[in-house]
């Protein structure tokens, strides 16, 4: 499995933007870059995904290198529920989703 | 849409007890279930996947005999843990797999069951 690199923890100021980074410098041509968060004692929610071109819904923003080797998940404006562990995971259409160790996300109030 | 659900939320029971979980597609049907699971302070294991109507496959180091796993439909998977010592309390969470190819086989999660055995 293509792996990924991320910082085992940030911080943020409420209500501002969060860039949440990830190396995924192996990444290959089928896999697919998935985004998922999980709050404490809760199941992980999916947060977005995406293949080349940057992504948007209502919940974040993904944004994905030329040479795809890293994306950066933007949430636009934090709050306190954005508090949680963030998983960036690569997925191959109809692969398992392997889970790394993510990054814990504190907002400040 | 694309909801998962579990239950029990929570279970405890006495060591050498079976414990059933359910994990429940609510509004789509999935292909595949997945059931991983989670101690304090970790990142989630994968333990299974299963696809409906066929067995499960494990992963590496899971015990198939001892975690039981029947996806009897599209929208359900059951997980019993027969024989549960106190070493596998544990946070057990299922997932299930869109067939819907527009969302790209997205996988979902359910919220997870707190499994303590004493």
């Known amino acids: 499995d293509a792996k990924t690199t991320q910082p085992n923890s940030m911080e943020s100021n409420e209500e501002e933007p969060v860039h949440l980074p990830c190396n995924h410098s192996?990444?290959?041509?089928?896999?697919?870059i998935h985004w998922y968060r999980q709050l404490p004692s809760q199941g992980p929610e999916y947060v977005i995904h995406?293949?080349?071109s940057n992504v948007n819904n209502r919940m974040a923003s993904l944004a994905i290198a030329e040479d795809r080797k890293s994306s950066t998940l933007i949430l636009h404006r934090a709050t306190l529920r954005d508090a949680a562990v963030y998983y960036c995971?690569?997925?191959?259409?109809?692969?398992?989703?392997?889970f790394g160790t993510g990054t814990r996300l504190t907002i400040i109030p | 849409g694309a909801v998962v659900s579990q239950h029990p939320s929570w279970v405890i029971c006495k060591s050498g007890t079976s414990v059933k979980i359910e994990c429940r597609s609510l509004d789509f049907q999935a292909t595949t279930m997945f059931w991983y699971r989670q101690f304090p302070k970790q990142s989630l294991m994968l333990m299974a996947t299963?696809?409906?109507?066929?067995?499960?496959?494990?992963e590496q180091g899971v015990e198939k005999d001892k975690f039981l796993i029947n996806h009897a439909s599209l929208t359900l998977s059951t997980l019993t843990v027969t024989s549960a010592h106190p070493e596998d309390s544990s946070f057990y969470i299922c997932?299930?797999?869109?067939?819907?190819?527009?969302?790209?086989?997205?996988?979902?999660f359910g919220p997870g069951t707190r499994l303590l055995v004493l």
């Open positions: 997932s299930a797999r869109t067939r819907d190819k527009a969302l790209q086989e997205t996988q979902y």
């Open positions: 299963s696809n409906e109507g066929s067995k499960a496959t494990y």
């Open positions: 995971i690569l997925r191959s259409r109809r692969e398992k989703l392997t």
């Open positions: 192996t990444i290959s041509g089928t896999d697919y």
């Open positions: 995406g293949l080349t």
